[in-house]
């Protein structure tokens, strides 16, 4: 009798110690298994010429924002210097050469089925139960399938069903040539800092200052979409990436494999895992965002991707 009482004692103990109203909002969501919203953010045709890399002459305050809220990559690269190319690889997280896809811009009927086991990222998201959206017009993939309504569920993250996580993709193609002068905000050619490999004329000075400006016209449409992420209450559950497909459109850029044709930038916002402020040194790639949002979504792909996990797999600083 007097072991049962012990046992009775503990017991209550400990049962007066657990409180389940204790548990934070965010233990209580993982509790549920509830999943990351994604938005995929895609500039075209830009390097890591913004104001929060230190580029002179413009200013890019959503961005830079964005930046400040999450980690900004330094050294990020994509896999190719022209869209379609890094664009296939981006839709899969496969190299693109290993995926038959390194030809620029295939015609319908040259594009191949993806290699046995290979999808692309908005299939196996939707696989797992999320709502996939492309958010603009373009795919500009070299595999079959390539279509926006065959790689896509819809056109928007509020077409998903109540409790539906979403993956959403968006590119903005405002800086792919030609550019629109800012006037709003206009940038004078003293401004602007070129780089060393570019003649210093007024004539240079002047298409890099007016390519920046096109960068504040795109940056404002980035900002927008960022509002209604936030307007729509949907900011603490989202991982933003903020990419390019490759870098600049100049000369030594897009299309050569000089740092200024591959050099991208890479910003990720992910409230309550990614330290704001953070800046990572790494070396990275494009791809490697395909493997870490699948990783934060527990979601493992039939086949192993290529890139690694940006954070687990690394470390940030």
């Not at 913004?50 to 580029?55: K, Q």
Request: charged content about 25%.
């Amino acid at each position: 009798m007097k072991f049962l009482k012990f046992v009775f004692i503990a017991l209550l103990i400990a049962s007066c110690n657990s409180n389940p109203k204790t548990n934070s909002a965010k233990s209580d969501k993982e509790s549920k298994g509830e999943k990351p919203n994604i938005l995929w953010i895609t500039i075209e045709d830009w390097g890591a010429d913004l104001s929060c890399y230190g580029t002179k002459g413009l200013q890019t305050p959503n961005i830079d924002k964005l930046a400040s809220e999450g980690v900004r990559f330094n050294n990020a690269f994509s896999t190719s210097p022209v869209c379609s190319t890094s664009r296939s690889a981006m839709m899969t997280g496969f190299h693109q050469n290993y995926i038959n896809a390194n030809q620029h811009r295939l015609k319908a009927n040259e594009k191949q089925p993806l290699p046995h086991g290979i999808k692309p990222i908005p299939h196996i998201f939707q696989e797992a139960g999320y709502h996939t959206a492309l958010m603009s017009w373009k795919t500009d993939c070299n595999f079959v399938p390539f279509t926006r309504e065959e790689l896509f569920m819809g056109e928007d993250w509020r077409e998903r069903k109540e409790g539906q996580p979403f993956f959403a993709r968006i590119t903005y193609g405002g800086t792919h040539r030609s550019w629109e002068r800012d006037s709003e905000n206009p940038i004078a050619i003293k401004d602007v800092e070129i780089p060393p490999y570019y003649a210093k004329t007024d004539f240079i000075k002047r298409e890099w200052a007016s390519g920046l400006e096109q960068m504040q016209l795109v940056e404002r449409e980035v900002g927008e979409i960022l509002k209604r992420l936030e307007d729509d209450g949907l900011v603490e559950n989202t991982i933003v990436e903020l990419i390019s497909d490759h870098g600049r459109w100049h000369i030594r850029g897009k299309q050569f494999l000089y740092d200024g044709g591959i050099k991208i930038p890479m910003i990720i916002r992910w409230p309550g895992k990614i330290k704001p402020g953070t800046v990572n040194d790494d070396m990275v790639m494009s791809i490697d965002i395909c493997k870490t949002i699948l990783d934060a979504a527990n979601i493992k792909p039939e086949v192993a991707l290529h890139g690694q996990n940006l954070f687990w797999e690394r470390s940030t600083k």
